[in-house]
């Protein structure tokens, strides 16, 4: 009998050595795979930047300075906090009513790679040239002080489908991670 009680015993300790074995082992695979996950999170992270310049002309641009795509799912752009649908509108909001002219690119959809930077409109001339940097041109100062009242938010995502809004306007940027991208809507802007 006392055999069998010590036979009892160790596989009792046998069992819970072997349960404490496999319940480490599994913390380690669960946290190898967090590892991981975070590791190829962090080598597709896109991060939006906007910015606009009067050097060597007016413009807007849109760059991604992260290491992956930024697939854009919704765009706003507002002029003093009034929603736009196209730039358009933005400029006769600036510049006041009247047909301005502008080279623009779609931003809506685009998918800009890592280092790519795209000039999302450039104001123009009736004669077609750029607004170059002119303070006797009063549309010049015109443009110049109205592009800080231009401010836009970009909802993207990464190729996991993780998703950003970037908001940005005069200054820094700020962005900021959501759950799911938006959808576009009523104020969403059209190109």
Same mark, same amino acid.
């Given at each position: =009998? /006392?055999e069998e009680k010590?036979t009892r015993?160790a596989?009792?300790?046998d069992?819970?050595?072997? +349960? !404490?074995?496999?319940?480490c082992?599994? #913390?380690?695979?669960?946290y190898?795979?967090?590892?991981?996950?975070?590791?190829?999170?962090a080598a597709?992270w896109?991060i939006?930047?906007?910015? +606009?310049s009067?050097?060597?002309d007016i413009h @807007?641009?849109?760059?991604n300075k992260g290491v992956g /795509?930024?697939?854009i799912?919704?765009? %706003?752009?507002?002029v003093?906090?009034?929603? =736009? &649908?196209?730039?358009?509108?933005? *400029?006769?909001?600036? !510049?006041?009513?009247g047909?301005?002219p502008?080279s623009e690119?779609d931003?809506?959809?685009?998918v @800009?790679?890592?280092?790519e930077?795209?000039t999302i409109m $450039? /104001?123009?001339?009736?004669?077609?040239?750029? @607004? $170059?940097?002119?303070?006797?041109?009063?549309l010049?100062? &015109? *443009?110049?002080?109205?592009?800080?009242?231009v401010t836009?938010?970009?909802?993207y995502?990464?190729t !996991?489908?993780? #998703?950003? +809004? !970037?908001?940005g306007?005069p200054? /820094?940027g700020? %962005?900021t991670?959501?759950r799911? #991208?938006p +959808?576009p809507?009523?104020?969403? @802007?059209q190109?």
């Amino acid at each position: =009998m /006392p055999e069998e009680k010590a036979t009892r015993g160790a596989s009792r300790y046998d069992a819970v050595i072997a +349960t !404490l074995v496999g319940f480490c082992a599994l #913390c380690v695979s669960a946290y190898t795979a967090w590892v991981q996950r975070q590791q190829v999170r962090a080598a597709v992270w896109p991060i939006l930047e906007y910015q +606009t310049s009067n050097a060597p002309d007016i413009h @807007f641009t849109v760059a991604n300075k992260g290491v992956g /795509p930024a697939i854009i799912k919704n765009v %706003i752009i507002r002029v003093d906090d009034q929603p =736009m &649908k196209n730039w358009a509108e933005v *400029l006769e909001k600036l !510049l006041g009513p009247g047909k301005h002219p502008g080279s623009e690119s779609d931003i809506s959809g685009h998918v @800009f790679a890592p280092g790519e930077s795209l000039t999302i409109m $450039t /104001p123009r001339k009736d004669d077609g040239n750029a @607004f $170059t940097f002119d303070k006797a041109d009063p549309l010049w100062v &015109k *443009l110049n002080k109205g592009r800080d009242r231009v401010t836009v938010e970009i909802s993207y995502s990464s190729t !996991l489908g993780e #998703c950003w +809004t !970037l908001r940005g306007g005069p200054g /820094p940027g700020i %962005i900021t991670e959501i759950r799911r #991208c938006p +959808t576009p809507s009523a104020i969403s @802007f059209q190109q």
